[in-house]
């Protein structure tokens, strides 16, 4: 089955610096990834759309400049949580979709961010 | 730091008993639904998905039920074991490339 890898599975960044967290779709070619955020027991939060080789689509109240998307090729997408803050310590989650209206999102594993 | 929010709701059940788990939707327009488990520290995992055009779909062990007309889906889980103890989410697509998750039910199977 489609298979997403998520990396890195955790990291710790001080206040102040950037991280990147990659989602690479292993075995389909993903036309669309979704980004997501989720707070302890809570929901996941839709933070963006992105489709292979155009700008993200940010949910309302998502900063753009501060979560940068890129979804360069038809298997990888990024995450980069620019300036990062504590109160952007979360759980970050990618999906990928093989195409336009396909059955069946395939998730990422998760990275837990926390920054100090 | 992480914010306070609302804490999940939990299904205690017995293992062996059937569990229903419930979810309200929120967009008419949703066409596609997905019921997804997630274990602590992972990421969802796809259980079973409906088309707004079916009323009931039945997989291995659990059943989804729509209902558009109050918005609801329903997740039934047959002789529940406790592997299945989990946190459970619907997911409704609105339009494409728009895919939003319901608030989560916690199931706690005991053994």
């Known amino acids: 089955g489609a298979v997403v890898s998520q990396h890195p599975s955790w990291v710790i960044c001080k206040s102040g610096t950037s991280v990147k967290i990659e989602c690479r779709s292993l075995?389909?070619?993903?036309?669309?990834m979704f980004w997501y955020r989720q707070f302890p027991k809570q929901s996941l939060m839709l933070m963006a759309t992105?489709?292979?080789?155009?700008?993200?689509?940010?949910e309302q109240g998502v900063e753009k400049d501060k979560f940068l998307i890129n979804h360069a090729s038809l298997t990888l997408s990024t995450l980069t949580v620019t300036s990062a803050h504590p109160e952007d310590s979360s759980f970050y989650i990618c999906s990928a979709s093989s195409r336009q209206g396909a059955s069946g999102y395939t998730f990422g594993s998760g990275t837990r961010l926390t920054v100090v | 730091g992480e914010s306070v929010g609302l804490h999940l709701p939990t299904l205690s059940v017995q293992e062996g008993d059937n569990s229903i788990i419930n979810c309200a939707y929120s967009n008419s327009a949703s066409d596609y639904f997905i019921w997804y488990k997630q274990e602590s520290g992972k990421g969802p995992q796809f259980i079973i998905d409906?088309?707004?055009?079916?009323d009931k779909r039945q997989g291995q062990r659990v059943t989804v039920l729509l209902n558009k007309t109050v918005k609801h889906l329903s997740l039934q889980i047959a002789a529940t074991q406790p592997g299945d103890s989990a946190v459970y989410f619907c997911?409704?697509?609105?339009?494409?490339?728009?895919?939003?998750f319901g608030s989560g039910t916690k199931l706690n199977v005991k053994p």
């Open positions: 997911a409704e697509r609105p339009s494409f490339n728009k895919f939003y």
């Open positions: 075995d389909f070619q993903a036309t669309t």
């Open positions: 409906i088309r707004s055009n079916m």
């Open positions: 992105s489709n292979e080789g155009s700008k993200a689509t940010y």
